[in-house]
T-cell receptor, first 112, second 115 residues
């Protein structure tokens, strides 16, 4: 069974802290990788794509390790508004379509 | 910014009734998806749709479920005879390309409550 695994947390950190999440995936044929953010009872929203060379967007840095089949998300200088669930999403192509598999998410709580 | 819209935001129904959940994907997108998320659990893929037909479906998407794109803009999910365990958030998504990456955009979801 193709799975995406995440530590559910919660990660409870003070404002300004740096926090990192990891995600492992089992399907070596996976081609696209994403981090989504989901607020309570809301839809998932794309946070960032994850590129092979790693990529940064402001306070957020994503890394991909294909050999070990994991991706990571680093959040620097945490803000209260970063409190949410972070979903790891891995896609593989199937007959011209992309089928994403979601992890259960990692809960982050940033406190004052 | 273009968005995926879903209606209704909340649907309450009796067990055994049929429900239709509606979605308007982003206009120039070609791939459409339905997901569900049972409260407290992960987002689960149900079905993908391309070129007016189902391209992939999960084991959850059994004969009780069907999808249609009746008029070129709406994309619907029908549940023929709802069960208590169908209670969940149902998200529609459409997919397009940005910088050679395929990106999914989600609607705000329909909360289905089966009583």
């Amino acid at each position: 069974r193709k799975e995406v695994e995440q530590d559910p947390g919660p990660f409870n950190v003070p404002e300004g802290a740096t926090v990192a999440f990891n995600c492992t995936y089992s399907n070596s044929a996976s081609q696209s990788f994403f981090w989504y953010r989901q607020d309570c009872r809301k839809e998932p929203k794309l946070l960032m794509s994850v590129y092979s060379s790693g990529n940064e967007d402001g306070r957020f840095t994503a890394q991909l390790n294909r050999a070990s089949q994991y991706i990571s998300l680093l959040i620097r200088d945490s803000k209260l508004s970063d409190s949410a669930t972070y979903l790891c999403v891995v896609s593989q192509a199937s007959g011209g379509s992309y089928i994403p598999t979601f992890g259960r998410g990692t809960s982050l709580i940033v406190h004052p | 910014e273009p968005e995926v819209t879903q209606t209704p935001s909340h649907q309450v129904t009796q067990m055994g009734q049929e429900v239709i959940l509606r979605c308007v994907p982003i206009s120039n997108h070609l791939y459409f998806y339905w997901y569900r998320q049972i409260l407290g659990q992960k987002v689960e893929f149900l079905v993908s749709f391309y070129n007016n037909e189902i391209s992939e479906k999960s084991e959850i998407f059994d004969d009780q479920f069907s999808v249609e794109r009746p008029d070129g803009s709406n994309f619907t999910l029908k549940i023929r005879s709802t069960k208590l365990e169908d209670s969940a958030m149902y998200f529609c998504a459409s997919m397009g390309q940005i910088d050679a990456k395929t990106i999914q955009y989600f609607g705000a979801g329909t909360r289905l409550s089966v009583l």
